[in-house]
């Protein structure tokens, strides 16, 4: 096999790679090993190219299926020489490029919709099945704490702004904890079409592939959840708003949901401490607070 790379940098020749490949097969597994030739290749082109070098290996390893969708591991392992003199920066950047296969496999093959709708499935299926959950007295303490700060944003008050939302079926509203406070508190109301189990599962799969996109979109820093048990979880996210002199904010949230009875559900957010996630982890980010029920 032969290629022509152009490199985006004006004053660099254009590389030029031929190499030969081998597939192997074993029973859920592919391997396909590749390595740089020196055949002379006729390009149709009398445009100066430079000699690149590469050698890799593709691991393929059949895994099992999720909510429907067939599902493989694909591992790139790859050595490049770009030949000539390049400097280490421009390298680096290009680096990715010469890795972009396993981007272009996931861009080819996703189904994300049907991945996703099976974590949210197995979330629901959870709360459904509930029978005699027991909640540690820190679990019950959070929720309470938790609906005694917020209780009052669940009635009719004073202080309360209402702003335009960007549904028609969604009222939206907030006030200031205090007078003169820079802690606000949002409510939103709507009706949802789904059952209990089915909105709290979508609300606690916090880290679907839509999400972690969208997250990661939108100046993501890091997201992570940590199952504690089938009714709490540890969440944690960072957000760099893309202001200059304003650093990167991220938050530490427990999350916990119980069963009222069988039409009520609830849902408590309180921020935490965690040895696990250290203020900042040496990256200067501020660490926010929030909560919410």
Known sequence: MATIKKFPFLLLNYRKFVFRQVCK??????????????????????????????????????????????????????????????????????????LSA??????????????????????????????????????????????????GSLKEGKGWKKFKSPDIFVEMEATFEERGSTAAIGRAVTVVDATIEDCVAWEAARVTRERMRGHYREGGRGCKVVKLNDHSEIFYTAIDFGVRSFAPREWLTKIVWKMVDKNTMVVGYEDIEDDNFPIGAGKKYVRASSGGF
């Not at 994300?112 to 959950?133: F, G, I, Q």
């Open 102 to 151: 396993v981007q272009d496999a996931i861009d080819e093959f996703t189904q994300d919709e049907m991945v996703d709708a099976a974590e949210r499935r197995e979330k629901a299926t959870l709360m459904r099945e509930w029978k005699n959950e027991v909640y540690s007295e820190e679990e019950i303490a959070l929720l309470e704490r938790v609906r005694e700060k917020f209780e």
């Open 25 to 98: 097969s074993e029973e859920g597994k592919v391997f396909i090993a590749f390595e740089s030739v020196h055949d002379e290749v006729d390009y149709g082109t009398s445009r100066k190219k430079v000699s690149g070098l590469t050698k890799g290996l593709y691991y393929v390893e059949h895994l099992s299926d999720r909510g429907g969708a067939r599902q493989c591991r694909l591992t790139l392992v790859q050595t490049v020489e770009f030949g000539g003199s390049i400097p280490t920066w421009i390298v680096n950047k290009l680096a990715p490029q010469a």
